[in-house]
């Protein structure tokens, strides 16, 4: 790791200009780290352009510096790519041909999937975060940190700690979080900016979502469900309904929770959580996805009888 850390400092400091990029769908952790990375090397006197494939919405999108993110797809040549907390290309979606055409490509992940794409991996799946790691390559460059670097930094690893209780949850976590506080981060401001800011149409959202609650396999597996229709019962765009993923995973019992989020007509999302047993990343990558030990995802086409058919039949396999 520290080698990595070495060379990635080195070439921060050598090349003038940067794209910095996350993967698509991107979380608080993948965005926190942009926004550090990217203030970080703007006060250096270096040239960053951020970018996301989709428009960044609240909650995550009330993150500070979020403007410094644009969703215009960009264009010009840079110097190096900088990929975070992304495990794959093809998770990169749009930005994928522009990252491969601005190499050196650098990746700073700590999925246990990642396959390693780049010229330079940073690949630690023992971190916390990708915030933990960008930290670290921020702190070996000598690059200055400001309060709102801080508050990015911070978002990301508290994010992905499930605010600090999750197994990821180690001391480093502890020491570096405690480490920005001294820039002026308030955990509570940047908690609740980021995550709680509920519309009215997101908690009607979930009562309708909590409906569809259904177990299978002895109880061990729950799964929820929203569909397009519900969206439209309870109005326009009503926020991140990932997160509720939880409320299924909290039942008595349950080892794996799965949220089934329909995307479009024959088009799904399922968001995976475990409470131990199972690895989700490992189930998740059966259909194409990836992500964490308890937590992870993938997109799938089909009709849901028949999708849903197959998962179950899968955490079967997985189930002891
Ligand atoms: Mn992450």
Redesign the pocket.
Known sequence: MEAEIDQIANLLLQKDSFLILTHKNP?L??IGSMIALGTALKNKGKKVTLFTEEKLEPPLGNIKGADLISSDVPKGKFSATLVL?CSDLNRLGKAKDIALSNRPLISID?HETNDHFADVNLVVPDSS??GELVYKVIKKAGLHIDQLSAEALFAAIQA?TGCFKYENTTSTAFSIAAELLKYGVSPWDVYRNTNEQYTLSLLKLLELSLGTIELHHDGKLSIMSITLNMIKTVGAYPGDSERFVSYPRFIVGVEVAALIRQVAEEEYKFSLRSNGEVNVAQLAAIFGGGGHAKAAGFECKGELSELKRKFIKEVGNFLK
């Open positions: 979380d952790d993948g907390d700590h975060s990708t992905d």
